[in-house]
Every structure is written in structure tokens, then in C-alpha cells.
């Protein structure tokens, strides 16, 4: 009986494994990109960074309302999946590109017509509002189809296809990659391997980063639609796609608080970014540098949150309780683990990493700083992340919002108001404020998860 279970243990790993894995590369050739991104405009100057880097906050907000659209989506196809049923999962494709056609364009429209006023309500110093608002307007102007990336992303990932997805997000960023080289830089002549050569350029400097991502995101959505169009289990068609509240009620009822709870808590970075700005320009570079750096040492989690929400999803739809006790007392161990590594290499590395993005010394030490404080609090914070991504694959979504809401605006907002605009402290006071907002939602989730309030298999008992 131990050697079936131990066996089934090791399918179950490898399983895990399996779908955890192209996600986190996919998330890592985006943070690469992102590292170019940031090395290339840095290149220009702090004015740059700082003018790029000051709305990113409000490029969060945005991506995560739509992402939690998707949350929605993701919890009904992975339960269909458990319970084998395949049309249901089609049907919700199909209500899905309905969903990205409607908040594509919705958010078009609030984009494009806010981004003149968008630096100027984030304490923008003024000589760089012009060109954040330029950068901001280009890069949302193609705002549906990155609505599709999203959500078609987490629907191929609730169907168990996850390589998909990283394969066009690699050809994403290569494409990012490419245009930026071609369009940031003037025409200069340029020596390899001892020859030396003419590469056209653009010079377009900011704006023609913005250009090469309109693009790249251009070229995703277009990819990612004709690939769920396509794919032999969720392809929408043949389905209807008048609003059908058989599927989306459901959807909707997982969504909505996981999209308050994204929009609050992004709304909040917002307001914590402003904040950072008005310390002053070397502020927000080693802010926006940091945030850089740190996100990929998030990877691990956020890639296995993807796997947790689709297998435990998987379970619930199978009536697995059993199952779903198992995959918790595997993913756990394995995210701590992962997040102790990628925190200790964060804090080893922390300099390092900043003076990738800056040649001030000033904004490198600040920089530093925070993220060696900040990587003290990974293994917490990946422990908050699994279990919310188990109640995200079951449905579970109020108590994760009231959760985040809680530590976003009574922790973090209101302690780095005292701090920085009270007080007059600066940017190592207002990330410890983010570190308490993480070691706060891991006392909330640990005690979900030591009652069971996480598994809605046994609040039916």
C-alpha cells in the first residue's frame, strides 16, 4: 500500500512539475525582457528610467482587473476538466472571447483617453510628464489584444497546456527584444568579433521602447487567438457567443471579488508609487529598479500558484477531497523551498543586480537596501501565494480579497503615509511597510489553511 502511494506521490510531483515548469520560464524570459528593457532605457538617463518606471504601477492595476477576469474562467474550465466535461469547458472559451472583446475595449478607451492626466495624478516630477504620458498612450493603444494574452493564456493553463503560452510569450519577447534594439537607439556603427558595421536605428529613445512593446503585445494576442481557436479541447468554435449566464454567473461569482481585490490592492500601488515619487527622483529609479530586479524572484511562486489553482481545481470538480489534501502538503513544502532559494539568492546578489540598471551609486546602495530586506520575507510570501492559488483553482476568492484589501490599505498605505509624508522618512521606510502588508497576508492565509476554510470540501461536512 506505501509503495502505491508512494508512487502515485511521485506521478502527483511530476504532474506539478510538469505544469509549473513552462510557466515559470515563460515568467523568466519576461522578466529577462524586462531587465533589457529597463538596462536599455536606463541607458538614456535617470529622466528616462524614472519616466517609464513612474506609471508602471498603474500598467499593474490594469493587467491584474484583467487577470482576475480570467480567475474566473480558470476556475470553471479546470472543475469542468475534473468532472470531464468538455463542452462546458468549450462553451467558457467562447464566453471568454466575449469577455476580452468587452473589457479590451472598455479599457482602451480608459487608457487612452486618462493618459494625459495619469503622470500628473502619480506626482510625475514635471520636467518627465510629457514623456510618460507618451509612453503610456503608446503602449496601451493596443489594448485588446493584450486582453487576449491574458485571458486566453489562463484558459490554455486551466486546460493543462502551459507550454503553449510560453512559447508565444518567448516569441514576445523576442520580438520586444529586437524592435527595442531597433528603435530606442540613433544609427551607429558598432564592432563584433573584430569587424565592425552600421546598425540602423530609429533613435527614437522612450518612445520607440513603447512602439517595440505595442508591438510585441500586438503580435501575442493575435498568436494566442488563433492558437485557442484552434486547440483540441477548449476551441470555442462551433459555440455561441451571446452572453450565456449558465457560464458566466459562475465565472462572474469567482471574478468579482478577485477583481476587487486586484483592483484595491493595485489601486494601492498606485498610491504607494506616488508616494515614492514625491521623495524625489533618485527614489523612484531605485524604486522602479528594485521592483524590476525583485520580480523575478518571484517567479517560482507565481509559477506554481498557476499549477496549484488548475490541479486543485481539477480535484474539487472530481470531488477529490482526499486529492486536494495531498496536492496542498506537496506544493507547500516545494514552494517554501524554491522561495528560500530565490531569497537568498536576491540578497547575495542584490547589488549586482541593481548596478545592471544604474551607474548612479546612489540609486545602486538605496536599491540594495530594500532588497536585501525585502528577500528576508520571500518564503512567507510564497506560502500566502499557494494558498491562494489553491482557493483561486476551488472558487474561493472573498477571503483573499478582504485579506489583501486589509494589508494593502491598512498596513502599507497608511504606514508609508505616516512614514514618508508625515514623518519625512524615504523609500527603506515605505518598503518595510510593504514587508509587514507580506508577513501580515501570511498569518491571514496560515490560518485558512490550518482550518481548512481553504477547501470548500469540507465546509460541506
Not at 479546470?78 to 472583446?101: I, N
Not at 500628473?120 to 503610456?136: C, G
Not at 494593502?408 to 514587508?435: K, N, P
Request: charged share 10%; aromatic share 10%.
Amino acid at each position: 500500500m506505501k509503495q502505491i502511494e508512494k508512487k502515485m506521490n511521485k506521478t502527483m510531483l511530476f504532474t506539478i512539475l510538469g505544469l509549473a515548469w513552462p510557466t515559470m520560464l515563460e515568467q523568466l524570459m519576461q522578466t529577462v525582457v524586462q531587465y533589457i528593457d529597463t538596462a536599455m532605457v536606463g541607458s538614456l538617463g535617470t529622466q528616462a528610467t524614472a519616466a517609464v518606471g513612474a506609471t508602471s504601477t498603474v500598467n499593474w492595476l490594469i493587467g491584474s482587473t484583467i487577470s482576475a477576469v480570467s480567475v474566473g474562467f480558470l476556475s470553471f474550465i479546470a472543475r469542468a476538466f475534473g468532472a470531464e466535461d468538455k463542452q462546458a469547458a468549450k462553451r467558457a472559451a467562447a464566453q471568454a472571447m466575449l469577455a476580452v472583446v468587452i473589457v479590451g475595449t472598455l479599457f482602451t478607451v480608459i487608457t487612452l483617453s486618462l493618459s494625459g492626466v495619469i503622470p500628473v495624478w502619480m506626482q510625475v516630477d514635471k520636467s518627465i510628464q510629457a514623456m510618460a504620458s507618451q509612453y503610456f498612450f503608446i503602449i496601451y493603444m493596443p489594448m485588446l489584444f493584450r486582453t487576449a494574452s491574458i485571458i486566453f493564456g489562463t484558459i490554455l493553463r486551466a486546460a493543462g497546456d502551459t507550454k503553449t503560452p510560453m512559447k508565444i510569450g518567448v516569441l514576445v519577447n523576442l520580438t520586444n527584444v529586437i524592435l527595442n534594439f531597433l528603435l530606442i537607439y540613433p544609427t551607429r556603427s558598432m564592432a563584433v568579433l573584430g569587424m565592425t558595421f552600421v546598425m540602423p536605428g530609429a533613435g527614437l529613445g522612450v518612445v520607440g521602447a513603447a512602439i517595440a512593446s505595442a508591438i510585441a503585445f500586438t503580435v501575442g494576442g493575435i498568436c494566442i487567438t488563433v492558437v485557442l481557436w484552434r486547440h483540441p479541447l477548449v476551441s470555442p468554435k462551433g459555440q455561441s457567443f451571446k452572453p450565456d449566464m449558465n457560464i458566466l454567473r459562475p465565472c462572474l461569482t469567482v471574478a468579482f471579488p478577485n477583481m476587487l481585490q486586484r483592483f484595491g490592492t493595485s489601486l494601492g500601488y498606485v498610491f504607494f508609487a506616488s508616494m515614492i515619487n514625491s521623495i524625489g527622483e533618485v527614489a523612484t529609479a531605485a524604486h522602479t529598479i528594485a521592483n524590476t530586479v525583485e520580480s523575478a524572484f518571484y517567479i517560482p511562486g507565481y509559477g506554481m500558484q498557476t499549477a496549484a489553482a488548475t490541479l486543485t481545481g481539477n480535484a474539487y470538480g472530481a470531488n477529490d477531497k482526499k486529492k486536494m489534501d495531498e496536492l496542498a502538503a506537496m506544493f507547500i513544502p516545494i514552494e517554501i523551498a524554491l522561495m528560500i532559494l530565490s531569497g537568498g539568492c536576491l540578497f547575495i546578489f542584490a547589488p549586482n543586480l541593481m548596478s545592471i540598471f544604474s551607474t548612479s551609486e546612489e540609486v545602486i546602495t538605496l536599491g540594495t537596501t530594500v532588497l536585501r530586506m525585502v528577500a528576508v520575507s520571500e518564503p512567507f510570501y510564497g506560502f500566502s501565494i499557494i494558498i491562494e492559488g489553491m482557493m483561486q483553482g476551488v472558487g474561493k476568492t472573498k477571503e483573499p480579497f478582504v485579506y489583501n484589501i486589509i494589508g494593502m490599505w491598512m498596513i502599507r498605505i497608511v504606514g508609508t503615509f505616516i512614514c514618508t509624508q508625515l514623518l519625512g522618512f524615504g523609500l527603506v521606510a515605505a518598503w518595510a511597510c510593504m514587508i509587514l502588508h507580506n508577513l501580515l497576508l501570511f498569518v491571514l492565509f496560515l490560518i485558512c489553511y490550518l482550518r481548512k476554510a481553504w477547501n470548500p470540501l469540507y465546509v460541506k461536512i
